[in-house]
């Protein structure tokens, strides 16, 4: 056996080695988080086109339900108040329009005139007066929630 020293080949050719490996461990290391860096921008520019497809999406559903509004607002049975004309035009249109869970038509108090699908509990009320007063206020459309959304 021999002795364990620096003067050895084997101990030279083991720490040149050594020493050649350690850079490339490091590029590694190096490529590995510049990897992640990029990944994680991706990520984020990814969520944010997505945020904003999602708010285009939202702002073409309040348009479309804004355009019902007007379009329904300037039928017969509305305009006269005739509540049984009033029910079955938003029963009808509520049948073409499923992404609607109800229709319905109040006074400027926030009374429920008509709808399409019978009013029940006592939050919906209240619920369509807030929505009346808002739309009163912003002299416009306005959407409300169900009584189950708020």
Do not use: K
Request: net charge neutral; glycine share 6%.
């Amino acid at each position: 056996m021999g002795r364990f020293s620096f003067s050895s080949l084997r101990i030279r050719l083991l720490a040149l080695v050594t020493l050649a490996v350690i850079p490339a461990f490091g590029l590694t290391f190096y490529i590995d988080q510049e990897e992640r860096q990029l990944a994680a921008e991706s990520a984020r520019a990814d969520v944010l086109r997505l945020a904003w497809l999602a708010a285009a999406e939202q702002a073409q559903v309040l348009e479309d339900a804004r355009q019902l509004l007007l379009t329904v607002s300037q039928f017969p049975a509305l305009q006269q108040a005739d509540l049984a004309g009033c029910q079955t035009t938003f029963t009808n249109i509520l049948r073409q329009h499923q992404r609607y869970s109800n229709l319905g038509m109040t006074t400027q108090t926030g009374d429920g005139l008509c709808s399409a699908a019978p009013i029940q509990g006592e939050a919906l009320p209240e619920a369509m007066t807030r929505v009346a007063r808002h739309a009163l206020a912003l002299n416009s459309f306005t959407l409300g929630a169900s009584a189950a959304g708020t």
